[in-house]
């Protein structure tokens, strides 16, 4: 099961990234945000930041449509996000080998030379 912290670290471990001043976390690599926290806005309340749900950049919307219909217990999506190439993941369903191929992948499609591919692991 991951979390907010294992978000931080792989996140943090990527070539370029910065990560913006928010209430949860928001990474971003060349002013692109890659990965962040779930801004929650459920009708008549105020918005909630939910470090247990991030938001990943999927690049398009065949890929957003392959990871809801495969995984409907791990990625979701609300009207909100319709017509952009964003999923929601439930941290909480995922090991952190996962994660890091989820968050490596948003990362590469938004860093300024996907094709240099992050730093090999020690």
Do not use: C
Request: glycine share 10%.
């Amino acid at each position: 099961m991951a979390d907010a912290d294992d978000v931080r670290r792989i996140a943090l471990g990527l070539p370029g990234v910065v990560e913006i001043d928010s209430d949860g976390f928001d990474f971003r690599v060349a002013n692109k945000g890659f990965v962040w926290s779930y801004p929650e806005r459920l009708p008549g309340k105020p918005r909630v930041i939910r470090t247990d749900v991030a938001v990943l950049y999927v690049g398009d919307e065949a890929e957003k449509q392959a990871l809801l219909l495969g995984e409907p217990t791990r990625f979701f999506t609300n009207p909100g996000y319709d017509g952009l190439p964003l999923v929601m993941l439930r941290l909480e369903t995922v090991d952190e080998a996962r994660l890091e191929e989820l968050i490596t992948d948003a990362w590469r499609m938004r860093a300024p030379d996907p094709g240099a591919g992050p730093p090999p692991h020690a």
